[in-house]
């Protein structure tokens, strides 16, 4: 063969290997999701943090059973909006300020595929914890989901808001120490206000209305009612409504805003 020949083989031999798109990501991905698994903070805050919940709440309450009904659900939203919101605005910010997705930009590998794995993997590992959630609830509570539709979808709206905001935090936050308190300080009142640590309905009525427009309220309400059995086709459009226009406008600003150089590290 030709040298020629030799090096046309050889182009298409690295173009074969070349991530694109869905491929990509998928390539990514494995990669991800054990970085995930092999950082303590992201697995004791997104998987053991909610377990722990949960069996704090219904220890300390009168009935554990009544109880588990209502916060296995509202700990499953809390798994996935920590999963998502806080440990992407986290290690986003920590990969951005020491030169790690600039790198990104100079390999083969399509940026918005190595986003996309980034925010699948959170998603995975956060999804893992609501199964096993439930699985606890449901052996040592007897708390058994009466409509799993309904609570698919609460977790899924969970899982795209809460995406969504982690990406767009990383605008807001400049400093790779300052990630963790800012996403925190995010994160956290938006989950007190949604009723994840405790009902909406034993706040002022005037708490009640202003939450029922915060991220994750109709989600985590859907989620409570699915494990009730009451869920209905309102709160099911409700739900949905809500959490698609804080996904939308929250990924739009994201898409627009998110920026793949260091801001303070030069």
Request: hydrophobic share 55%.
């Amino acid at each position: 063969m030709s040298a020629y020949g030799a090096e046309r083989t050889r182009d298409r031999r690295a173009e074969r290997h070349v991530p694109t798109g869905l491929g990509g990501m998928v390539s990514q991905l494995r990669w991800d999701i054990l970085q995930q698994l092999r950082n303590p903070a992201a697995v004791f805050f997104t998987l053991a943090l909610p377990l722990l919940f949960l069996v704090a709440f219904a220890a300390t309450s009168d009935d554990a059973a009544k109880a588990a009904d209502y916060y296995v659900p509202a700990t499953m939203a809390l798994a996935v909006a920590s999963g998502t919101l806080t440990n992407l605005a986290v290690t986003l910010t920590y990969l951005r300020e020491y030169g790690q997705l600039k790198r990104v930009l100079v390999t083969p590998l399509p940026r918005s595929s190595y986003l996309g794995s980034r925010i699948v993997a959170a998603g995975l590992v956060a999804l893992t914890t609501c199964v096993v959630l439930g699985i606890v609830g449901l052996i040592v509570y007897d708390a058994a989901v009466q409509q799993v539709g309904m609570l698919v979808v609460a977790v899924l709206l969970t899982l795209a808001v809460g995406s969504a905001l982690g990406v767009l935090c990383t605008v807001m936050i400049r400093s790779e120490t300052a990630a963790a308190p800012i996403a925190n300080a995010i994160g956290l009142p938006l989950m007190l206000a949604s009723g994840v640590f405790f009902p909406l309905d034993s706040t002022p009525q005037w708490f009640e209305n202003v939450a029922r427009y915060l991220p994750f309220t109709r989600s985590v309400e859907l989620g409570v009612d699915a494990y009730a059995g009451t869920a209905t086709s309102t709160d099911l459009l409700a739900a949905v409504a809500v959490g698609g226009i804080w996904a939308l406008v929250a990924g739009a600003l994201a898409v627009r805003l998110f920026t793949w150089a260091p801001m303070k590290r030069r």
